[in-house]
């Protein structure tokens, strides 16, 4: 391990002989730094937090505080970062409450870009970004692949499909559809999310099927529950997914 003499390491806290520890860092009691972890400089991590294999956090972040919700009362509650994801320069990921799971976790290969904030109990799930300044309430679920603009703000509860993509500036109160564009104050579907779906490699009939159950629910003149039900019929399993999530979640209206 490399730790830079100016970093405090608490003695109970476990840090990997491949991760480094960079100058004026605290590493608090309960905090697991797996192999690659870096925590570039003035980076804090309270306990119980684990970082994951290759993880880099980079200055002024906050990881593992404590979470800022009124019934907690100081229990070792944690937070879990996957492998190989990014924070940015003062983002904080705050640890769960006893209310859920007792723990916040983002998935492996994500980016969270400056000033990002992960409330207490929200799960993020892999290959996601998050760019400059979101804000993620508690309890928030985002699927994996899900990319965030600037800005967004996200209450608690919400959930996010796979690789839906919500515009900068979007204010969300209800859940967003997988595949989806959203965008707005307050957010509404926009359109079917054809360039992230291509750069996550869904083949053409994926993406054609997906665009058809989109003209169904979105764009033919009746209640999205009756398009979604003129759907029931279609065997693509994405297709189904959808139909599934909107079903199972009160969900951003559509375009007007």
């Keep these: 391990m490399k730790i830079h003499p100016t970093a405090i390491v608490d003695a109970r806290a476990e840090v990997a002989s491949s991760a480094v520890v960079g100058p004026w860092c605290l590493v608090g009691p309960g905090v697991v730094l797996a192999d690659g972890v870096e925590l570039r400089s ?12 290759g993880v880099v956090v980079h200055p002024f972040a906050v990881l593992g ?7 907690y009362e100081g229990e070792p509650t944690e937070l879990e970062v996957g492998e190989e994801t990014v924070v940015r320069e003062h983002a904080t990921l705050h640890r769960g409450t006893r209310k859920d799971r007792g723990r916040t976790s983002v998935g492996a290969r994500c980016l969270l870009m400056v000033g990002v904030h992960v409330a207490h109990d929200a799960v993020v799930g892999d290959g996601c970004t998050i760019a400059n300044a979101c804000q993620l309430a508690g309890h928030v679920v985002l699927e994996d692949g ?13 959930r996010i499909g796979e690789a839906a993509f919500v515009a900068a500036g979007a204010r969300v109160e209800h859940a967003v559809p997988p595949f989806h564009i959203a965008q707005g104050d307050r957010a509404r579907v ?6 992230g779906l291509e750069r996550r490699s869904f083949d053409r009939d ?11 629910i979105y764009r033919s ?4 529950s009756i398009g979604v039900t003129s759907l029931d019929a279609d065997p693509h399993p994405r297709v189904r997914q959808l139909c599934d999530f909107l079903r199972a979640y009160t969900t951003v209206p559509g375009p007007r």
């Design 190 to 195: 926009r359109a079917l999310n054809v360039v």
């Design 146 to 158: 899900v990319v965030l603009g600037g800005d967004v703000a996200l209450a608690p509860f919400v």
């Design 206 to 216: 994926a993406i054609e099927a997906l665009a058809r159950a989109h003209r169904a």
């Design 221 to 224: 003149g009746v209640a999205s």
């Design 42 to 53: 003035n980076v804090v991590v309270e306990g119980p937090t684990r970082l994951a294999r």
């Design 65 to 71: 505080a404590a979470p800022q919700d009124r019934t």
